[in-house]
């Protein structure tokens, strides 16, 4: 018997795959059909898959053609499976061609013809308007998030807004775009969304305007600094029937994701303690490091420390208390958050000035997981136990500065594939809020001179 194996996506299912399968066929006389994970997708770029795997599958077992459906979820595994099965061939679209010249070691290669003109790609493209994105704000991060839109599809960066720039909004070498900086009611009327990455300040306003005026939001955090602005601004986008995304990106990486289920296994037990930490030393001149009023250590990286604690402990902590050290202009360079739960603690430690080991440890009553820094961008986490010599080491993937998971979240929620929401929900982006007006409640409150540690 001649078996033959194959792989793909298959997402949106087309008429070039089903051809494929049948001529996949018709090679032998047992087809073995690897659809791939969505987890596999997302590692190799593919971060816009609409169809869930059980759908693809589906798709596959109805034209008839498989014998087998497996999984592919890992690079390397065409070779085992050719091995496992005992495959005589493998066979891929002309798309392909060469990139798998190195399995005839192992079995016959065939590249078939590629269907032309149909591809899930123009189907998605077709299937979704393409949607247009405003930045405001033209800071050091868009760049960043402007290149990483590139491997998201189905989305279109085409202005920027930030009143104090005159001229087009350049970004690299080579390219700039139109900036308005006259009316932000006129650079809404260009886009269907807007990524916001303006001063902290400034976020709940361009937000509220933004969903008001019928346009999806991706908002950096923080979204608002009270409890009630960040549930004025969720209701406003419920009401509209417009997303709202809060851009912490841990959230939306896959391997934090991971990271959190194995917490929720029961691997290590109950979980008693998250301890967070996330500091960099950032430039004098610096927004952070000059702006005492929405600059600090806090407003930058607590949303993101505080994140695995609400992630595993919930959003109703008992209590919440600060530490905080600042400089002389009374920028917070150093803070301290301790949560407190019925059963557990939490502590996150955010600094601008002060430099410390930048790790995320979860401890629980059977063992403890370690994620090094940058843990924030999840590529390694361990879990631990009593024995010191047993230790499991996981390895996500992750992908250049993890802005793209984030954008391609976005992206399908406004287009209605919703299986993201509870990555950060409503509820948790509002508890959120809710210790950022402790924390400016007790920043307005202290005495500042007394805690003076940068010079
Ligand atoms: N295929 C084909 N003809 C097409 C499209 C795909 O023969 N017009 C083949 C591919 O070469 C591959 C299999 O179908 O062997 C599954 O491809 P997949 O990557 O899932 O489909 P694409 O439409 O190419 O997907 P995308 O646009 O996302 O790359």
């Not at 960040?230 to 209701?235: I, V």
């Not at 929900?425 to 950022?436: K, L, P, Y």
């Amino acid at each position: 018997m001649k078996k033959v194996i194959t792989y793909g996506t298959f997402d949106l299912f087309h008429e070039g795959h089903y051809k494929l399968l049948q001529r996949a066929k018709e090679l032998g006389d047992y087809l073995i059909v690897g659809v791939t994970t969505e987890h596999f997708d997302e590692a190799r770029g593919k971060v816009n898959v609409v169809d869930s795997i059980m759908d693809r599958i589906e798709n596959v077992r109805r034209t008839g053609f498989a014998d087998e459906i497996i999984i592919e979820d890992h690079d390397g595994q065409k070779i085992e499976d050719i091995q496992k099965y005992g495959a005589d061939i493998f066979t891929v679209g002309s798309d392909w061609v060469g990139t798998f010249d190195y399995l005839k070691q192992f079995c016959e290669v065939v590249y078939l013809e590629r269907t032309p003109d149909i591809s899930s790609t123009m189907i998605r493209k077709s299937k979704f308007k393409i949607i247009n994105v405003g930045i405001v704000g033209t800071g050091r991060i868009v760049p960043r998030f402007i290149a990483e839109a590139k491997y998201v599809s189905g989305i279109n960066i085409r202005c920027t807004y930030n009143p104090e720039l005159k001229e087009k909004y350049a970004f690299g070498n080579r390219h700039d775009l139109p900036n308005y900086s006259d009316s932000y009611e006129e650079f809404l009327e260009q886009v269907d969304a807007v990524y916001i990455a303006s001063p902290n300040e400034t976020h709940y306003e361009y937000a509220k305007k933004a969903l008001e005026h019928g346009k999806n939001v991706l908002c950096e955090k923080p979204a608002g600094f009270t409890r009630a602005e960040a549930e004025q601004l969720y209701s406003y986008a419920r009401e509209n029937n417009r997303v709202l995304m809060e851009a912490v990106k841990t959230a939306y990486c896959p391997g934090f994701g991971q990271l959190l289920n194995v917490a929720k296994s029961g691997k290590i037990g109950e979980i008693r303690d998250v301890e967070a930490c996330f500091t960099r030393l950032a430039n004098k001149e610096s927004r952070e490091r000059t702006d005492a009023s929405y600059g600090g250590s806090f407003l930058e990286f607590s949303s993101y420390t505080l994140l695995p604690a609400i992630k595993l402990l919930g959003n109703d902590y008992k209590s919440v208390h600060f530490d905080i050290l600042y400089d002389e202009t009374g920028v917070d360079v150093y803070t301290k958050v301790s949560l407190k739960y019925d059963n557990a603690t939490a502590l996150a430690k955010n600094g601008v000035a002060v430099k410390s080991e930048g790790q995320l440890v979860i401890a629980g009553t059977n063992g403890y997981i370690l994620a090094p820094s940058p843990w924030w961008l999840t590529r390694r986490f361990e879990v631990h136990y009593e024995d010191p010599g047993k230790v499991e080491v996981y390895e996500p993937i992750f992908q250049g500065e993890g802005f793209r998971y984030e954008i391609s979240d976005f992206v399908s929620k406004i287009n209605g594939i919703d299986r993201h929401g509870y990555k950060l929900t409503a509820e948790e982006a509002i508890a959120m809020a809710g210790i950022t007006e402790e924390f400016m409640k007790e920043k307005n409150k202290e005495e500042r001179t007394h805690n003076n540690v940068a010079g």
